[in-house]
């Protein structure tokens, strides 16, 4: 995803590390995000400056992980920065027990870019919610934080979008607690 917006509805997701990457604005809605390797990153989000218009936002989604994964729970981050204006929301989501307490890594040990970062969270679920571990530079985002990675208020005018395929029921569910490795999209 270099530039421009993009919006992905009910689609499945599968990667190693930082398999979701790029300048974009992205928009992710009711998608099924599956690690298949542990002790990786999910997005490797990059803005060039603070009014760089990109970011990911996940709303509604299944964040999980595949049977390749193995048993290393709890190693898989969310995402880390590729620059230090990254931008990425999780809300509304499911994030299962591959996801780290930490949630969040920085780029490296040499150059975090964490700085002015903005890694948010806001009413997921899960074995790998939000937990007091998290990484100092994520936030939990409160109703009013969150208000602007709205599907419109992120991307703008929705005028483009089939909005019938958009609101289609995926076919598995998003708060499924039971072990994510058995479900399949």
């Not at 990911?56 to 981050?77: A, E, H, K, P």
């Not at 890694?119 to 679920?125: A, K, S």
């Amino acid at each position: 995803m270099n530039q421009g917006v993009q919006v992905f509805s009910n689609s499945y997701i599968e990667g190693s590390v930082d398999f979701i990457w790029g300048y974009s604005k992205a928009y992710f809605h009711q998608c099924y995000i599956a690690s298949n390797t542990p002790n990786a990153y999910i997005t490797a989000q990059n803005r060039k400056t603070s009014s760089w218009a990109g970011g990911f936002i996940f709303d509604t989604c299944l964040v999980t992980y595949t049977d390749s994964y193995g048993s290393s729970f709890g190693s898989t981050s969310l995402g880390r920065p590729w620059s230090q204006y990254a931008l990425v929301v999780y809300k509304n989501s499911y994030l299962d027990k591959h996801i780290s307490a930490a949630g969040w890594a920085v780029w490296s040990s040499s150059t975090p870019q964490t700085s002015d970062v903005l890694f948010g969270e806001f009413n997921n679920t899960g074995p790998g919610n939000w937990t007091s571990s998290r990484a100092s530079f994520a936030k939990e985002l409160t109703e009013s934080e969150v208000a602007p990675y709205s599907l419109g208020s992120f991307i703008g005018s929705t005028s483009w979008l089939d909005m019938k395929a958009y609101n289609y029921a995926p076919s598995y569910t998003i708060g499924d607690s039971t072990s994510s490795s058995t479900t399949t999209p």
